[in-house]
């Protein structure tokens, strides 16, 4: 009899050991599946830079019917038992993965504190709250992806068009 509370202890601390706490504050984009920071941006043939970015692939369950039993079939090809099946949710994709790629500064501007200047500027907007340390690090990348999202490019890396619009990179003015 002594053994079950023992067990019963084991189990629990077994259990708890998959337990895994929600990460505070993760920014809802490619930051949050993959570690380390964004990639760079890199150059292209025409003297400009452009940034990648993978979008995940989104599931829905539906239902559907999955197979519990196999069928028995005969050597003669007939079928001694019918397969079983269960009414069960199943994964259906609903967007696959894709990539997408935009213009981006260059990794020469990244500087210090071309990122401060970044830092000041999303503050200056309300959307970064953090220490202006100019590191491109989580709050920072997770402030950029939030102001981007809000203008239709879901991605936590600087694009140029950003950069631009808060008044960090020189827009090119047509000649007229």
Do not use: H, K, W
């Given at each position: 009899m002594s053994r079950?509370?023992?067990?019963?202890?084991?189990?629990?601390?077994v259990g708890a050991c998959g337990a895994r706490a929600p990460m505070p504050?993760?920014?809802a984009s490619r930051a949050a599946f993959q570690p380390g920071p964004p990639p760079l941006s890199e150059p292209t043939a025409d003297g400009t830079c452009r940034a990648r970015e993978a979008?995940?692939?989104?599931?829905?369950h539906v239902m559907g019917e999955v197979q519990v039993v196999?069928?028995?079939?005969?050597?003669?090809?007939?079928?001694?038992?019918?397969?079983?099946?269960?009414?069960?949710p199943v994964p259906r994709i609903v967007r696959p993965r894709g990539e997408f790629t935009f213009e981006a500064p260059c990794p020469e501007v990244m500087t210090q504190e071309f990122i401060a200047s970044v830092q000041r500027a999303l503050a200056a907007r309300g959307y970064f709250a953090g220490n202006v340390n100019g590191q491109l690090d989580a709050p920072t990348a997770t402030a950029i992806g939030k102001y981007q999202t809000?203008?239709?490019?879901?991605?936590?890396?600087?694009?140029l068009e950003t950069a631009r619009a808060l008044g960090l990179i020189a827009v090119e003015l047509p000649q007229g």
């Open positions: 079950f509370p023992a067990l019963l202890c084991a189990a629990a601390i504050d993760a920014p979008t995940p692939a989104v599931y829905e196999q069928a028995e079939i005969a050597e003669d090809g007939t079928v001694l038992r019918a397969p079983v099946y269960r009414r069960a809000e203008r239709g490019l879901e991605s936590d890396q600087l694009s």
